[in-house]
């Protein structure tokens, strides 16, 4: 291509010096040039390297944007050294290895250039150089849009990177640039990158987007500070830290996120304010490490996009959220391990489908009048040495407004919780906690419930309109003072041990009225205190219940084989492996549960369990609210039943046909281990209908595996409805007169056998119903004698549904 030719005016001080001249060649024109002179470059391709040393204007022609092509075949297409202009031209380099431009020195000003390359970089900055550089755009595929290093400095406006193969823009070496209202986009490395120490960059009204790779990445001592930027649509982390970086936020929009919006560690510290995180896959923030440090106010992050907490810190980490909102996440904040802290104050936490506050491993968190409504788990002190202050917050909407569990230890002050749909305060599994001052209103279960050897300190508390009462504590140690209660739920009289009023939960005019129960009273009696029945008295217990006579052949079965067994063991012969997990299946009310308890009973007293309890637990006993929770569920669980029977009913509901991403297979699996690390430790029994249970087996053979065999449980024949009425009203001390069993008889076998029907369940139904309708009969009498008093006549049989 041939060149064009240059036209150079000079423009010296001295009016008789100022001259035009024409040039064929850019590096002849720049030799004659000197400072202040113009030159204005023709249109065409030029191959020539250029090196402008004198602070010289040079131009294309105006009108012709793109028409001057400075293109050499290697090396640095334009390197400038003094403080020029140079405006208008295009620019493009060939050299893997060299800038297309190279800034070395001086304060030139470049503008309207567009540098369409193949180069090491498009734009490099170095040294003393500090130029002012804007409206320019940058398209290298092959290496770093724009590089600024070895201490350099300089103004980038308005300019573009349409396209890098690595950083957008580099700096690195001691520089520190300022971009004002560019965006570097479609790069195949980091958008911006700081790195070393003394590195520095200030953005403002800047936008980083479709980076495949990191957002912006701070490193090795590297400092930023960015304002009125937007970071989005990265292939991975929005935003990263990294050993001893330091990164400022003000105004900013971190959104599109696939990864952690913004992830720091090794010590960096960030500063965010008046920012907003948004629609990110995994974290928020992602803080780790001792010395790292989040310090954020009035930002709001919301709408995660994946199954991971907003706010993440762990290793020793530091965060501090004060006037912030957080909303619409599976879990808000979670902090982990000995070190780890958070202070959080005047924020809200919303619309969290799992845990808001989540601390574990020896964490410790602190908040300060937030307000935490809409979630499944107001907070959650996880286990020993987990810790910190809840002081003036309030809780709403929530299932549970705060649980302690496994040791952690809190301090709950001046909080209230409305609305709870199970507990306001759960403490279980050897929690402690300190409340002063707390508050639950309007709860469907209880206020605070302490289960499980517990230590809890309750002072100046209170709970109002709690629908199973205020306190429920079950066992000894709760030192509660100056509590009150709407539902009369503590008292604590002088010199007496602290009560609880309960009342049971069987229904029908049968069950009890409330009664007393001491604190230090369990809520059941102690197996190990009660003297262990033989096999053959729980057989014959067995064999008093109604119909199940395929079942009791099956026990019977299952209880000679291991006793043989035990008595060959003895006699030093080999003994078969009986495996002891059982299949229940069948409708509800047939008898499941007992068989399950009288099972445990007679394995015990065989010396295969320790003691023979029975823990019955269903999905919602072992599935949590998030990842990692179900385990802990479960593993709880299985712990209680150490020793004895774990029933698992409706077990096929932990593997739901359209389970999707459901936390039951996480129940599964965590059961499975179980099952194959303490096979001595517990039975496992799982029941439910026959045909849902078949498909729950098929699906999970590892499940399928761990059991010995299926008992089927059959629905109860009329006769056999009819003899569970009559026992009843025999333990009762009533009578059947003569024609209500062959009423009975009629109206169970007119009973309509579907879904709702009971088995058992109904037979005792009808009893009571029964006992209900005799009652409102024989009150009306004057005078009444015992035949009146014990006698059921048909007329006291419910209406058929």
């Known amino acids: 291509m041939a060149q064009g030719t240059v036209q150079v005016t000079h423009t010296g001080t001295s009016r008789w010096r100022r001259r035009t001249g024409e040039y064929a060649s850019l590096a002849a024109a720049l030799e004659a040039a000197g400072d202040g002179d113009i030159l204005t470059v023709a249109p065409g391709t030029y191959r020539e390297n250029l090196v402008v040393q004198r602070a010289v204007t040079l131009r294309g022609p105006e009108g012709t944007v793109g028409s001057v092509r400075i293109a050499p075949v290697d090396g640095v297409a334009l390197t400038v050294r003094a403080s020029a202009v140079v405006q208008d031209l295009h620019i493009e380099g060939q050299d893997s290895a060299a800038p297309a431009l190279l800034v070395e020195d001086g304060t030139p000003e470049l503008s309207d250039l567009r540098i369409v390359t193949r180069s090491a970089v498009g734009i490099e900055v170095r040294g003393a150089a500090r130029p002012t550089v804007r409206r320019c755009t940058i398209d290298n595929p092959a290496g770093i849009g724009i590089g600024v290093l070895e201490g350099a ?17 580099s700096v690195r070496g001691g520089a520190h640039p300022r971009l004002e209202r560019c965006r570097i986009h479609h790069t195949s490395g980091a958008g911006l990158t700081v790195t070393g120490e003394g590195s520095g960059l200030e953005a403002i009204g800047c936008e980083v987007y479709e980076v495949n790779g990191t957002g912006v990445q701070i490193t ?87 199954d991971y907490p907003a706010v993440w810190i762990s290793d020793g980490a530091t965060a501090v959220l004060d006037s912030c909102r957080v909303h619409d996440v599976p879990d808000a904040l979670f902090v982990l391990d000995r070190g780890s802290r958070a202070d959080v104050v005047d924020s809200d936490l919303s619309q969290v489908r799992n845990t808001a506050v989540s601390v574990s491993d020896g964490a410790t968190a602190q908040l300060d009048d937030c307000r935490i409504r809409e979630v499944s788990t107001g907070a959650w002190f996880r286990d020993h040495g987990s810790g910190g202050t809840l002081s003036g917050c309030t809780i709403d909407g929530a299932q549970t407004g705060v649980i302690v569990t496994k040791g952690a230890d809190p301090r709950i002050e001046r909080c209230t919780v409305t609305a709870p749909a199970e507990a306001g305060f759960y403490v279980s599994a050897e929690g402690r906690g300190t409340f002063d001052g707390c508050r639950v209103t309007g709860s469907s279960g209880y206020g605070f419930h302490v289960i499980d050897g517990c230590r809890s300190i309750l002072t100046r508390c209170r709970t109002e309109r709690c629908a199973r009462g205020g306190y429920e504590f079950a066992e ?97 012969l080999k003994a078969a492996s009986v495996r002891r997990h059982l299949v229940f299946t069948g409708s509800p009310g047939t008898g499941k549960t007992t068989v399950a308890r009288l099972y445990g009973e007679i394995l015990a007293s065989l010396g295969v369990l320790e003691r023979g309890h029975l823990v019955e637990v269903s999905r919602v006993d072992l599935v949590g609210e998030h990842i990692g929770s179900t385990a802990i569920r479960t593993q709880e669980a299985f712990d209680r039943a150490r020793g004895g029977v774990l029933f698992i009913d409706e077990a096929y509901a932990l593997s739901p046909e359209d389970s999707g991403r459901d936390f039951g297979r996480e129940a599964i699996d965590t059961l499975v281990k179980l099952m194959e690390d303490h096979r001595e430790a517990v039975v496992v029994i799982v029941a439910g209908y026959t045909a849902e249970m078949a498909r729950f087996l098929t699906t999970n053979p590892g499940v399928a595996s761990r059991f010995s065999r299926t008992i089927t449980f059959s629905d109860y024949v009329p006769d056999e409805l009819l003899r569970i009425v009559e026992q009843q009203a025999e333990d009762h001390e009533y009578r059947i007169a003569d024609g209500t069993a062959e009423a009975l008889l009629k109206y169970f076998t007119a009973l309509p056998k579907g879904p709702a029907f009971g088995n058992g369940r109904t037979a005792r139904q009808t009893f009571e119903s029964m006992v209900e309708r005799h009652a409102g009969r024989v009150a009306q009498l004057a005078e009444m004698d015992k035949d009146d008093l014990t006698l059921l006549y048909p007329d006291d049989l419910p209406e058929l549904p």
């Open 476 to 572: 000894d140690g709760q030192l509660v003072e100056d509590c009150t209660s709407d539902e009369s739920g503590v008292r604590a009289p002088a010199q007496e041990a602290s009560v609880v009023l309960t009342a049971a939960q069987t229904p029908g005019v049968l069950s009890a009225i409330p009664v007393q129960r001491p604190v230090e009273g369990v809520t059941g009696p102690d197996p190990a205190a009660e003297p262990a029945r033989s096999s053959k008295a729980v057989l014959g217990e067995l064999d008093t219940l109604v119909g199940l006579e395929s079942v009791k052949r099956e026990v019977r079965a299952l209880t000679d084989m291991i006793e043989v067994g035990r008595r060959r063991q003895e006699a030093g």
């Open 220 to 306: 090795a001592r590297g400092a930023a500070h960015l304002t009125d930027c937007t970071v989005h649509r990265t292939s991975a982390d929005g935003i990263t830290l990294d050993t001893d970086a330091v990164l400022t936020l003000c105004d900013c929009d971190i959104h599109d996120i696939p990864e952690n919006a913004i992830d720091l560690r090794s010590r960096s510290v960030l500063t965010l304010t008046r920012s907003t995180v948004r629609r990110f896959g995994r974290n928020g923030l992602s803080v780790w490490d001792p010395g790292t440090r989040v310090d954020a106010n009035q930002c709001e992050i919301h709408d995660s996009t994946g």
């Open 153 to 169: 400095g300089g103004v980038f406006e308005e300019c573009e990177v349409v396209a890098a193969g690595q950083s957008g823009v």
